[in-house]
Nanobody, 116 residues
Framework: QVRLVESGGGLVQPGGSLRLSCAAS????????TSWYRQAPGKERELVAG????????NYADSVKGRFTISRDNNKNTVYLQMNSLKPEDTAVYYC?????????WGQGTQVTVSS
């Protein structure tokens, strides 16, 4: 079974940067579309960024365009989210997601807090 391990969350000041990593224990990692979602207290989970299985196409929420970059390394079974120019409104639990057809796999989530 596929298992996801996330890392890289923490506390940063506004304007700072973090890089999140999501490592998958999957022999067929390369067939999945991978995404990052986030959920703030009292709000619904929202899509932050997604990347196709081959890495040839990406999409971003309007609120993070130009600041966040999603990437993947299929040789390492890992997807990344580079977050720059962080704002307090980026504070949330961030979740890694793998999807293909009916298969939908979630990580445990990692806390990102942006505060002075």
């Amino acid at each position: 079974q596929v298992r996801l391990v996330e890392s890289g969350g923490g506390l940063v000041q506004p304007g700072g940067s973090l890089r999140l990593s999501c490592a998958a224990s999957a022999f067929t990692f390369e067939i999945y579309t991978t995404s990052w979602y986030r959920q703030a207290p009292g709000k619904e989970r929202e899509l932050v960024a997604g990347i196709t299985s081959t890495g040839d196409n990406t999409n971003y929420a309007d609120s993070v365009k130009g600041r966040f970059t999603i990437s993947r390394d299929n040789n390492k079974n890992t997807v990344y989210l580079q977050m720059n120019s962080l704002k307090p409104e980026d504070t949330a639990v961030y979740y890694c997601n793998l999807r293909r057809g009916y298969v939908n796999i979630w990580g445990q989530g990692t806390q990102v807090t942006v505060s002075s």
